[in-house]
């Protein structure tokens, strides 16, 4: 069985969703977008992670900022106001019948094109929009057994020329790392950056606990996880130290705890890196601590609408 951060519990309802394709709903057998869209071409497409939570899009203006830098960042441009997409959403979930544990998934890409091409200009269509609603909940035997890292050869991009903040299609390179964590035993990858400090992991960020005081990354070769800024602001308020600073795997390896953050898990432990082992539990007190901070503002953001 395939063991990681997005293990979730099987949902039979899953089978018979409704997915959005451009204002039309298809059942997941029929959702289809052709040959010669710009993502399936050439990696030309955004895309955004949400939660459904009691019936709230959680930390929804922090996704639609995200959302709408990434498309400055590409130069896409959008069609519809941030209003109008979300009340888009609202439709597919309402068609959906969807309150709660809910994945929204939506991805845009600059459209169809006349023939392959990198060439925005031979787009022919406006942009295509899915949104990929599912019944995601984490696995919570999943997150109690925590996961093992394997640090990839393959590096984090350097801002001038993809930068790692920009949540693209163009995912090759962490597939990369990815196969070279699962071929050496591991679950999931970590990632240094272009100076050898550690940046991220495949499709999480990255965070170590230090005689209860936390360190991440710069953040500037790492993705701009919504998660990830939430458990700073968490550590913020609970006056918890909390650094975003360069560190090396010396650091890492030497760490009382470690963990990895991502819309869906939320925080997941990890037990081992390379090897060597991390913390004398697979959940950490303090890891499960911060992971409350969390669930905090989650709650909060639930209570605020």
């Not at 309802?13 to 040959?35: C, H, L, Q």
């Not at 969807?98 to 094109?113: E, L």
């Not at 990369?176 to 400090?197: H, K, R, S, T, Y």
Request: charged residues 25%; glycine residues 8%; hydrophobic residues 40%.
């Amino acid at each position: 069985m395939v063991h990681g951060t997005h293990n979730a519990v099987e949902d039979s309802r899953n089978k018979d969703i409704k997915i959005y394709i451009n204002g039309e709903f298809f059942t997941r057998e029929n959702a289809k977008i052709s040959v010669l869209d710009s993502g399936y071409l050439v990696g030309d497409g955004i895309w955004e992670a949400l939660r459904l939570h009691k019936g709230v899009l959680v930390f929804l203006q922090d996704h639609l900022d995200r959302l709408w830098q990434s498309a400055a960042t590409v130069g896409m441009q959008f069609p519809f106001t941030k209003e109008e997409l979300v009340a888009e959403v609202w439709k597919t979930l309402k068609l959906n019948n969807m309150h709660d544990d809910v994945h929204v998934r939506i991805m845009i890409t600059r459209g169809i094109k006349k023939t392959p091409s990198q060439d925005p200009r031979l787009t022919i269509s406006g942009p295509n929009v899915v949104i990929l609603p599912e019944y995601k909940k984490a696995s919570p035997e999943s997150k109690e057994k925590g996961i093992t890292l394997f640090t990839s050869t393959i590096r984090r991009g350097s801002p001038d020329y993809l930068d790692p903040r920009l949540n693209c299609h163009s995912k090759l390179h962490e597939v990369q790392a990815l196969i070279q964590a699962i071929e050496a035993g591991a679950d999931e990858a970590l990632m240094l950056d272009v100076n050898g400090f550690v940046a991220t992991c495949n499709a999480t960020n990255f965070f170590i606990v230090k005689d209860e005081e936390v360190f991440t990354s710069t953040g500037q070769y790492c993705m701009n996880g919504i998660t990830r800024a939430k458990v700073i602001e968490a550590c913020k308020i609970n006056n918890i130290p909390c650094h975003q600073k360069d560190f090396s795997l010396f650091d890492v390896y030497g760490a009382d705890e470690a963990f990895v953050t991502g819309t869906f898990g939320g925080l997941t432990p990890v037990t081992k890196i390379d090897g060597r082992q991390i913390g004398d539990k697979p959940f950490g007190d303090f890891t499960r601590k911060l992971s409350g901070l969390y669930h905090d503002l989650i709650d909060k953001a639930v209570l605020n609408g």
